[in-house]
Nanobody, 129 residues
Framework: QVQLVESGGGLVEAGGSLRLSCAAS????????MAWFRQGQGSERNFVAA????????YYGDSVKGRFTISKDATDNTVLLQMNDLTPEDTAVYYC??????????????????????WGQGTQVTVSS
Protein backbone atom coordinates (compact mmCIF):
# COMPACT_ATOMS: atom_id res chain seq x y z
CA GLN A 1 0.00 0.00 0.00
CA VAL A 2 1.17 3.50 -0.83
CA GLN A 3 0.93 6.35 1.62
CA LEU A 4 0.76 9.91 0.35
CA VAL A 5 1.28 12.84 2.69
CA GLU A 6 0.64 16.39 1.52
CA SER A 7 2.06 19.50 3.10
CA GLY A 8 2.44 23.18 2.35
CA GLY A 9 -1.14 24.37 2.42
CA GLY A 10 -2.23 27.48 4.26
CA LEU A 11 -3.68 30.95 4.02
CA VAL A 12 -2.34 33.42 1.49
CA GLU A 13 -3.49 36.71 0.03
CA ALA A 14 -4.56 36.99 -3.58
CA GLY A 15 -1.55 37.33 -5.83
CA GLY A 16 0.61 35.33 -3.47
CA SER A 17 2.29 31.96 -3.85
CA LEU A 18 2.37 28.61 -2.11
CA ARG A 19 4.24 25.41 -2.74
CA LEU A 20 2.60 22.09 -2.00
CA SER A 21 4.57 18.92 -1.43
CA CYS A 22 3.46 15.29 -1.52
CA ALA A 23 5.69 12.50 -0.32
CA ALA A 24 4.96 8.92 -1.36
CA SER A 25 6.05 6.05 0.84
CA UNK A 26 5.24 2.44 1.53
CA UNK A 27 5.20 -0.36 -1.00
CA UNK A 28 6.07 1.42 -4.20
CA UNK A 29 7.19 -0.93 -6.88
CA UNK A 30 7.15 1.84 -9.39
CA UNK A 31 5.55 5.23 -9.80
CA UNK A 32 4.08 5.98 -13.22
CA UNK A 33 2.37 9.28 -12.57
CA MET A 34 1.50 11.64 -9.78
CA ALA A 35 -1.11 14.33 -9.83
CA TRP A 36 -2.90 17.04 -7.91
CA PHE A 37 -6.63 17.47 -7.73
CA ARG A 38 -8.65 19.99 -5.76
CA GLN A 39 -12.11 20.24 -4.34
CA GLY A 40 -13.71 23.49 -3.28
CA GLN A 41 -16.51 23.60 -0.77
CA GLY A 42 -19.69 22.33 -2.38
CA SER A 43 -17.86 21.58 -5.62
CA GLU A 44 -16.73 18.50 -7.46
CA ARG A 45 -13.14 17.32 -7.40
CA ASN A 46 -11.24 18.87 -10.30
CA PHE A 47 -7.97 18.04 -11.99
CA VAL A 48 -5.13 20.48 -11.36
CA ALA A 49 -1.90 19.01 -12.70
CA ALA A 50 -0.17 15.72 -13.41
CA UNK A 51 3.33 14.48 -14.07
CA UNK A 52 4.37 11.43 -16.06
CA UNK A 53 6.95 10.20 -13.59
CA UNK A 54 9.38 8.64 -16.03
CA UNK A 55 8.85 10.66 -19.19
CA UNK A 56 8.61 13.96 -17.41
CA UNK A 57 5.59 15.13 -19.38
CA UNK A 58 3.28 17.51 -17.54
CA TYR A 59 -0.42 18.19 -17.83
CA TYR A 60 -2.43 21.10 -16.45
CA GLY A 61 -6.02 22.09 -15.98
CA ASP A 62 -7.05 25.12 -18.01
CA SER A 63 -7.62 27.29 -14.95
CA VAL A 64 -4.07 26.89 -13.66
CA LYS A 65 -2.00 26.91 -16.84
CA GLY A 66 0.74 29.50 -16.66
CA ARG A 67 0.38 29.90 -12.90
CA PHE A 68 1.03 26.45 -11.43
CA THR A 69 4.02 24.20 -12.03
CA ILE A 70 4.25 20.52 -11.14
CA SER A 71 7.64 18.94 -10.63
CA LYS A 72 9.26 16.03 -8.85
CA ASP A 73 12.08 15.12 -6.57
CA ALA A 74 12.78 11.57 -7.62
CA THR A 75 15.25 10.95 -4.82
CA ASP A 76 12.46 10.71 -2.29
CA ASN A 77 9.36 10.12 -4.41
CA THR A 78 8.03 13.61 -3.85
CA VAL A 79 5.89 15.68 -6.16
CA LEU A 80 5.71 19.45 -5.82
CA LEU A 81 3.13 21.97 -6.92
CA GLN A 82 4.32 25.55 -7.15
CA MET A 83 1.30 27.85 -7.19
CA ASN A 84 1.76 31.47 -8.20
CA ASP A 85 -0.60 34.38 -8.71
CA LEU A 86 -3.22 32.73 -6.55
CA THR A 87 -6.82 33.92 -6.61
CA PRO A 88 -9.74 33.26 -4.25
CA GLU A 89 -11.04 30.79 -6.87
CA ASP A 90 -8.03 28.59 -6.06
CA THR A 91 -9.34 28.05 -2.54
CA ALA A 92 -9.87 24.33 -2.06
CA VAL A 93 -8.59 21.18 -0.45
CA TYR A 94 -5.75 19.93 -2.61
CA TYR A 95 -5.26 16.19 -2.93
CA CYS A 96 -2.22 14.32 -4.13
CA UNK A 97 -2.73 11.14 -6.15
CA UNK A 98 -0.41 8.44 -7.44
CA UNK A 99 -0.64 5.93 -10.27
CA UNK A 100 1.31 2.80 -9.45
CA UNK A 101 -0.67 0.55 -11.79
CA UNK A 102 0.23 2.27 -15.05
CA UNK A 103 -3.44 3.19 -15.55
CA UNK A 104 -2.79 6.74 -16.72
CA UNK A 105 -0.06 5.51 -19.05
CA UNK A 106 -2.23 2.89 -20.73
CA UNK A 107 -5.31 5.08 -21.09
CA UNK A 108 -3.43 8.29 -21.85
CA UNK A 109 -5.82 10.02 -19.51
CA UNK A 110 -3.83 11.81 -16.86
CA UNK A 111 -6.78 14.09 -16.11
CA UNK A 112 -9.18 11.56 -14.65
CA UNK A 113 -9.30 10.68 -11.00
CA UNK A 114 -9.95 7.06 -11.91
CA UNK A 115 -6.42 6.81 -13.30
CA UNK A 116 -5.01 7.10 -9.80
CA UNK A 117 -5.33 4.39 -7.20
CA UNK A 118 -3.78 6.06 -4.19
CA TRP A 119 -4.76 9.35 -2.61
CA GLY A 120 -3.57 11.57 0.19
CA GLN A 121 -5.68 13.13 2.92
CA GLY A 122 -5.57 16.59 1.40
CA THR A 123 -4.23 19.96 2.43
CA GLN A 124 -6.29 23.14 2.66
CA VAL A 125 -5.37 26.15 0.56
CA THR A 126 -7.22 29.37 1.30
CA VAL A 127 -6.72 32.50 -0.75
CA SER A 128 -8.10 35.72 0.67
CA SER A 129 -9.18 38.62 -1.50
Amino acid sequence: QVQLVESGGGLVEAGGSLRLSCAASGYIFRLYAMAWFRQGQGSERNFVAALDWNGGFTYYGDSVKGRFTISKDATDNTVLLQMNDLTPEDTAVYYCAADTRKAAYYTGNYYAGDSYGDWGQGTQVTVSS
